[in-house]
């Protein structure tokens, strides 16, 4: 497909209650979404990478700008059959996976589209419904968190996702495992903790975890490998993997049993396909996580996470779990599957299945632009974006 131009929003996304984890605390979600046109359709992808580069070196206000300035002008007017020939497109410009995920996304959503089959289908996917997980930020007091869990365990979620920080650790372990002694569990620790801390990763196996995610800093692949010695929970790269070569290098040290692939952070479906396939070959457990994407991020992650061997309960969470109104349509909703089991639905439509709420978009957009074939490029000021959006 020729690509005739893209339209790059960068949104706020405005939180129910902040999200805290080990890198601290969230009032809303900053998301950049992309329009992709070519040969007269058009689709939506959208990459999350956050305000802060906290969660990866990126950030959606430098996203922006990078696609604006380099990779949006570097695919204009070019022939792009592929997600493949995306990624060669873009490969001369180094790392910044979030930046070309926004791309890839809309490439698949667009590529779908035209052969009228739906996202999960086009990657590949083999299980709809997709059994979900439940995950669980910091609360104010370990009781407010039991009641919480209690609920979900009682709307059937098969397993919890709690984030495990220093001064959040064992003791709030120790309590969650004393109230719910079969529930399936994992923690995250956000890169929040140094080999130093070995003793305290060591007593985490006495919890009977499903895995310990991203226990150490997203670059120590070697100090994951020496940890993952000396544990007998597998553990789970999240913030390490941000590139299929460096989940070869992960597999090779034999820094992790488990990966969450998040489409955003590895560069997007493409990357993801490639990340699927290396961890099939090598036997490495595989489930998909988000970074509370509008429903255009999250129907990415479901179309992805019906793919062979992805069987642990993906994070897809509903759009009212954390927003008023998710700024795209449809909401994700849960529904239940033969056994009770929470579940999300991937739309049997053809194309990602999911679009932006223009009304919602312009109240929620920081900066936009638009980069079109002829290369040239209008961009709306955050003034004259405010000034557009009022009635
Ligand atoms: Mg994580």
Same mark, same amino acid.
């Given at each position: 497909m020729r690509i005739d131009a893209v339209g790059l929003y960068h949104v706020a996304m405005p939180l129910l209650r902040p999200w805290r984890t080990a890198y601290g605390e969230d009032a809303s979600v900053e998301?950049? /979404?992309?329009?992709?046109?070519?040969?007269? #359709?058009? &689709?939506?992808?959208?990459?999350?990478? /956050?305000?802060?580069?906290?969660?990866?070196? #990126?950030? &959606?206000g430098g996203v922006f700008t990078l696609l604006r300035d380099w990779l949006a002008p570097a695919i204009v007017g070019c022939e792009i059959d592929s997600g493949q020939a995306l990624r060669r497109h873009l490969a001369h410009f180094k790392g910044n996976p979030f930046a070309k995920?926004?791309?890839?996304v809309a490439w698949w959503a667009l590529h779908a589209q035209r052969r009228g089959e739906p996202l999960h289908q086009c990657l590949g996917a083999v299980r709809r419904p997709i059994v979900v997980g439940a995950d669980f930020g910091v609360t104010d007091t370990i009781d407010e968190l039991l009641a919480e869990i209690g609920e979900a365990v009682a709307a059937g979620f098969p397993r919890i996702k709690l984030k495990f920080r220093p001064g959040w650790d064992l003791a709030m372990l120790e309590a969650v495992r004393r109230a719910f002694p079969d529930t399936t569990l994992h923690v995250d620790c956000n890169a929040g903790y140094r080999l130093d801390d070995i003793e305290l990763l060591r007593r985490l196996d006495a919890f009977d975890l499903a895995m310990i995610e991203q226990p150490l800093a997203a670059d120590a692949l070697h100090e994951h490998a020496r940890l993952q010695r000396e544990l007998n929970t597998p553990v789970c790269l999240d913030e390490s993997i941000d590139s299929p070569d460096r989940m070869r290098q992960a597999i090779e040290q034999g820094s992790c049993r488990c990966v969450n692939i998040k489409p955003g952070r590895v560069g997007g479906l493409t990357a993801a396909l490639d990340i699927h396939a290396l961890c099939r070959a090598a036997n490495i457990d595989m489930w998909v996580g988000g970074m509370l994407e509008s429903s255009v991020g999250a129907h990415a992650c479901m179309a992805l996470a019906g793919l062979d061997g992805l069987t642990y309960p993906p994070d897809l969470f509903p759009s009212d779990r954390f927003y008023a109104e998710d700024l795209a349509e449809p909401a994700v909703t849960l529904t239940s599957d033969d056994r009770g089991r929470p579940c999300v639905i991937p739309p049997d439509l053809p194309g990602l299945g999911s679009a932006p709420n223009q009304r919602r978009l312009e109240r929620c957009c920081v900066q936009r632009t638009e980069i079109r074939s002829d290369r040239s490029h209008r961009t709306a000021t955050p003034r004259e974006a405010r000034q557009e959006q009022s009635p």
């Open positions: 998301s950049v /979404l992309v329009r992709l046109w070519a040969e007269g #359709e058009c &689709a939506w992808g959208e990459s999350t990478p /956050l305000a802060a580069p906290c969660f990866s070196a #990126e950030w &959606a995920a926004a791309l890839d």
